[in-house]
Nanobody, 127 residues
Framework: QVQLVESGGGLVQAGGSLRLSCAAS????????VGWFRQAPGKEREFVAGLRWTGSTYYADSVKGRFTISRDNARNTVYLQMNSLKPEDTAVYYC?????????????????????WGQGTQVTVSS
C-alpha cells in the first residue's frame, strides 16, 4: 500500500508557473507508475501526465510542451512542473499510482487503472 500527498497548488496569473509535488509513503516507490490527473467543476477527471516505472514520460496533448512530470527517488516524490498556465488549466489536480511495475494499458490512462490516490490540490489560473 502506498499513500500519496499532493502539495503546491495555488492561485497564479495566466502565463505563470507552479510546481506540484506528490510525496509517497512506503518503500520502493520508484517502481510505481505515476499519473497526474485533474478535475474541473462539472467535468470528468482527465489524464494530464504519466510516468512509467521505467522512467519514460507521456502527456495529454493539451499540456504537451508546457508541463513536465519528474521523479526524485531519493525523496519518494513525483513533481509536475506547470509552465505557461492558462485559465483552462484551473482544476483540482490529483496524483495517482498504479501497482508496482504495472504500467496502465490504456492511452490515455483511465483513473480506474490507478488504485492509489492523493487528496488533490487546487490550481486556479486567473486571466
Amino acid at each position: 500500500q502506498v499513500q500519496l500527498v499532493e502539495s503546491g497548488g495555488g492561485l497564479v496569473q495566466a502565463g505563470g508557473s507552479l510546481r506540484l509535488s506528490c510525496a509517497a509513503s512506503g518503500q520502493a516507490f520508484s517502481s510505481y507508475p505515476v499519473g497526474w490527473f485533474r478535475q474541473a467543476p462539472g467535468k470528468e477527471r482527465e489524464f494530464v501526465a504519466g510516468l512509467r516505472w521505467t522512467g519514460s514520460t507521456y502527456y495529454a496533448d493539451s499540456v504537451k510542451g508546457r508541463f513536465t512530470i519528474s521523479r526524485d527517488n531519493a525523496r519518494n516524490t513525483v513533481y509536475l512542473q506547470m509552465n505557461s498556465l492558462k485559465p483552462e488549466d484551473t482544476a483540482v489536480y490529483y496524483c495517482a499510482a498504479a501497482p508496482s511495475y504495472s504500467d496502465p494499458y490504456s492511452y490515455p490512462p483511465t483513473p480506474q487503472e490507478y488504485p492509489y490516490w492523493g487528496q488533490g490540490t487546487q490550481v486556479t489560473v486567473s486571466s
